[in-house]
């Protein structure tokens, strides 16, 4: 494996802890490939998070690409076309959305969306957005957010300016939104809590599946990677 993509939540962190095993891990990752975090979270929001040790961050559910500490000039200007779409369904939905620049982002216990208000939500989407669901540890939230973008993309475009075939990436997921991140990677990997479409696709495509949840999780996925990226490539 030449570079690792992975979520934060209930992957990485659980309950807003990070296990200084899992920190270890990816340090040591990180002197064998880029280590980059994926996540639905704004940039605001993974800085009030405990630091994660990272080479890249992809944040919004992949609308912004962090190159270092600056945006990525190039995949910003692939969003911003469609931004004057992401603000007007903002204002046309008329709930409390989570503070995102370029997508929208609805919690669902926060404004206490009912299945018809969600069904609402889903035949209201304007057809340049898409939407799925995220969760961690304040509830979960409908994410709408450009065709273009999303975490696959993402993982993609920033393999392709690594130098690295999107064969040999690896991505790792729990939830729903991680999937098309998952499908497009080189070797998915998630653990046995994450949701069951997401456990179906990882063993579907012959990935890895830890035998546990939590923190023990987070190390045993985290070891596996180590030894992939030591010896370059994942078990087939």
């Known amino acids: 494996m030449k570079a690792v993509f992975s979520d934060i939540d209930n992957v990485l962190m659980f309950d807003l802890h990070v296990a200084p095993k899992t920190l270890r891990l990816i340090e040591q990752i990180r002197t064998h490939a880029p280590f980059v975090l994926v996540t639905a979270r704004s940039f605001n929001s993974v800085s009030q998070i405990p630091p994660i040790p990272h080479d890249h961050l992809i944040v919004e559910n992949g609308c912004v690409v962090y190159d270092g500490d600056r945006i990525d000039a190039a995949w910003e200007r692939r969003i911003q076309p469609y931004l004057p779409v992401v603000e007007a369904h903002k204002q046309s939905l ?13 919690g669902v216990t ?52 690594l ?31 994450a949701r069951e479409a997401v456990v179906a696709l990882v063993r579907e495509r012959g990935g890895y599946v830890a035998p546990c949840g939590g923190h023990e999780a987070s190390a045993d996925m985290l070891g596996e990677v180590l030894r992939w990226t030591r010896h370059e490539e994942a078990p087939r």
Do not use: W
Request: proline residues 5%; aromatic residues 4%.
């Open 94 to 106: 008329g709930l409390t959305l989570r503070p995102k620049t370029c997508m929208v982002s609805v």
């Open 110 to 161: 926060e404004n206490g969306l009912t299945e018809a208000d969600i069904d609402r939500v889903r035949r209201e989407l304007p057809p340049e957005l898409v939407l799925r669901t995220s969760s961690n540890e304040r509830g979960t939230f409908l994410e709408m957010y450009p065709r273009i973008a999303g975490k696959a993309a993402a993982l993609r475009y920033l393999a392709e300016k």
């Open 163 to 193: 130098g690295v075939a999107v064969e040999d990436t690896c991505a790792l997921g729990d939830d729903l939104v991680d999937i098309e991140m998952l499908e497009a990677c080189g070797y998915p990997v998630t653990h046995q809590e």
